[in-house]
């Protein structure tokens, strides 16, 4: 890709917002969009599982309990199929929502942010997963 004048554009980095709560799922995306991340939202594991499939993802930041596929399922099925992009997942949940998955979170060193999300902390998070990339 290259910009009017020739130069090299460079590629935006792409998350995957996954988060039936539509209203904070379009936060997340309005804020990684404002700086300057390319941000899709898909309501259900399911789902983004097969987006995940299809599209070339920098990161994910997924609810905990995804609707059709719960977070840790979803974890593992991106690990199958794409193992450097399992490491950079940030997961999000309710304070009280966290504790069933409490051994997965620990045993795979996995951010967890608990709602409400501050601004800071998610982009924080997103940032140290793109890191491990490189």
Known sequence: MTTSNGTPRC?????????????????????????????????????????????????????????????????????????SLARRFVFIAGEDNHSAFRKFIDSEEIPLLCKPVSVEALLNEVLRMMERAT
């Open 11 to 83: 590629k935006r980095k792409h998350v995957l917002i996954v988060d039936d709560d539509i209203s904070l799922a379009w936060s997340f995306k309005q804020t990684l969009e404002c700086r300057g991340y390319d941000a899709t939202i898909v309501p259900e594991g399911s789902l983004a599982l097969k987006f995940v499939r299809q599209h070339d993802l920098d990161a994910i930041v997924c609810d905990l309990q995804a609707f059709g596929l719960e977070g840790d399922l979803l974890y593992a099925a991106v690990e199958h199929a794409c193992p």
